[in-house]
């Protein structure tokens, strides 16, 4: 067994790709990956988070803040996932209106 730290996630894939990246305590940012570390600690340009509902901080809204090249510090990262190949469904397990 080598002393060399390997992480889970293999990032190279999605460096010059988008990706759409959850954060601690609810904000949720989009943007082109430029770089990582083994902390995952990331680096985002042409960086754009989805604005949160006053009402519930949990829940994002249509409105887009620009935020242009940002990091995102390892311990904060949630999730990591591309934008492309993926789609928004419908929560199957979600409760029925009633009308």
Known sequence: MSGR??????LAKFVDKGVQVKLTGGRQVTG???GYDQLLNLVLD???EFV???DDP???TDQT???GLIVCRGTAVML???TDGTEEIANPFGQPEAV
């Open 5 to 10: 730290k390997e992480t889970v996630l293999d």
């Open 32 to 34: 082109t990956l430029k």
């Open 46 to 48: 042409e960086a754009v």
């Open 52 to 54: 949160r509902d006053h």
């Open 58 to 60: 949990l829940k994002t």
């Open 65 to 67: 803040r620009r935020l």
């Open 80 to 82: 990591v996932s591309p």
